[in-house]
């Protein structure tokens, strides 16, 4: 629930006119970013998680990624990454942006219907190669579009800023935006970067390309500009913002995470360029760096805010820095040692499925039904099922993926499906848990409506 409803409705003197307006206008966002979250989670089941399951039981049987096209591994990807993460991440932005007059009128909903076609037309250009030729570059165009609709409307959301010191220092300098922003505004950044990329590579693909699929070399630098440039700032930015709330933990180091962000920059510069044995130990001193910037692991101040959660909601945030730290340390190992993609797999999904997708499975639960206008979770035991597989795939796959693929245990082909089994279980459990939770649980707007019923 926003502070702009709470005081609304908390203030026994708000004229009734005025109590009506802020709540059908809350109502509104909130009911929109139902839409994102839709379509955030249709692509994380579908396309997303049910294609990268098929994908894993091909691989494992064929002993390799011979038997698979590369297109189609990339669908998957993309779909987890834009379609899931990305929608929720405009949703959450849309929401968290002051009521104007352009987000009172139909650029919100137009970024959406942009941006879930563009998803749409990927999916069945990459995926089933349908017209792709000219349905690729239409869908990178959409959803270039879109981000940039997106930007628009963030302008005019005066960002949180911060005094730059105290007394005479702080009145002779400007305010300056908040480190957990500014994390967040380099993960925008990359976002951007990477829809560009997208596009330009997708018009290219178009005209002399043989598949749509994007070329492995430039794929794996593409890769680390998602995982390092574009998810980790995110999740660094929101957790400052959340974590010490949520946690009880002490305030946020904001140089320390100022720092881990720079050194992460340099070091996703360095990997696009395949400069990748200089970019593996920034990565994991930014990872090691944000982690203590936060205060993840250190006993905190004040109990947890754990209320309508399950009561190991404060254990997997900290697990899911723990694989942060896990997938920049495999990167590293990686990049001296990796022969067949096996170890690269293993730290990439320690990243995209340890790190954020646990997080947003465990902050998720904590702040969607607020923001989407219900009272609170439905079901805090299937909150813990949710996690508890998803760390048990997690944890089957990033161990297995770099023994089966690097020819260290081949038995361990054998046991790459199962992993892929518990994180479809994991993932079908969360969205079931999205949609029992906006379907059935109470409203937060009911409490206005007596007071409008009887003005």
């Known amino acids: 629930m926003s502070a702009i409803l709470v005081d609304t409705l908390s203030n026994p003197a708000t004229p009734a006119g005025d109590r009506a307006a802020v709540v059908a206008a809350e109502r509104r966002k909130s009911f ?4 994102w979250i839709g379509t955030g ?3 994380m089941v579908l396309p997303g998680t049910v294609l990268g399951f098929s994908n894993l039981l091909a691989i494992s049987a064929h002993h390799g990624l011979q038997a698979i096209s590369p297109a189609w ?3 998957h990807g993309f779909s987890q990454v834009f379609g899931w993460i990305g929608s929720f991440v405009l949703g959450i932005g849309f929401y968290s942006q002051p009521h104007t007059r ?5 650029l919100p909903i137009t970024c959406w219907g942009l941006w879930t076609a563009g998803l749409t037309l990927h999916w069945l250009a990459v995926g089933y190669l349908w017209q792709w030729r000219v349905v690729l570059p239409i869908a990178g165009g959409l959803q270039f579009a879109a981000i940039l609709l997106f930007l628009h409307a963030a302008r005019q959301h005066k960002l949180p800023t911060a005094g730059a010191g105290s007394g005479e220092a702080r009145a002779r300098t400007q305010p300056r935006i908040e480190p957990w922003m500014q994390s967040v505004l380099v993960s ?6 990477a829809l560009a990329i997208n596009f330009v590579e997708g018009v290219r693909l178009a005209i002399d390309g043989a598949a749509p699929a994007i070329p492995h070399r430039f794929d794996q630098s593409f890769l680390v500009l998602l995982g390092w440039g574009f998810l980790a ?3 660094w930015g929101f957790s400052a913002r959340w974590l010490p709330i949520f946690l009880g933990a002490a305030p946020v180091r904001g140089r320390l995470l100022q720092i881990a962000v720079a050194v992460d920059l340099i070091g996703v510069v360095l990997g696009m360029v395949h400069q990748t044995i200089l970019m593996a130990p920034l990565l994991a001193a930014a990872a090691i760096l944000a982690a203590i910037a936060m205060r993840v692991f250190p006993v905190p101040e004040r109990p947890a805010k754990t209320i309508g959660l399950h009561p190991s909601f404060p254990f997997f945030l900290r697990l899911a820095y723990a694989w942060s730290i896990a997938a920049s340390l495999l990167g590293i190992w990686a990049s001296w040692s990796d022969v067949h993609g096996g170890i690269w797999g293993g730290s990439r999904h320690a990243l995209t499925v340890g790190f954020a997708a646990m997080m947003v499975m465990t902050v998720g639960p904590r702040i969607l039904p607020h923001f989407a206008g219900v009272r609170g979770l439905r079901s805090p035991r299937l909150m813990f099922a949710t996690l508890l597989l998803l760390f048990a795939g ?4 990033v161990s297995m993926e770099p023994l089966a693929y690097e020819g260290i245990l081949p038995f361990a082909w054998k046991l790459l499906p199962f992993s892929g089994c518990l994180e479809l279980g994991a993932v079908l459990l969360f969205a079931l848990q999205l949609i029992l939770t906006f379907t059935l649980e109470p409203s937060i707007f009911a409490a206005a409506e007596p007071r409008r019923a009887s003005a």
Do not use: M
């Open 32 to 35: 929109l970013l139902r839409f």
């Open 188 to 193: 925008n950044a990359a976002l951007l970067v």
């Open 41 to 43: 989670i249709f692509f």
């Open 394 to 397: 997690c944890t089957l796959r």
């Open 73 to 75: 591994i990339q669908a």
């Open 233 to 235: 700032p995110l999740v």
């Open 102 to 106: 352009a987000n009172r009128g139909r």
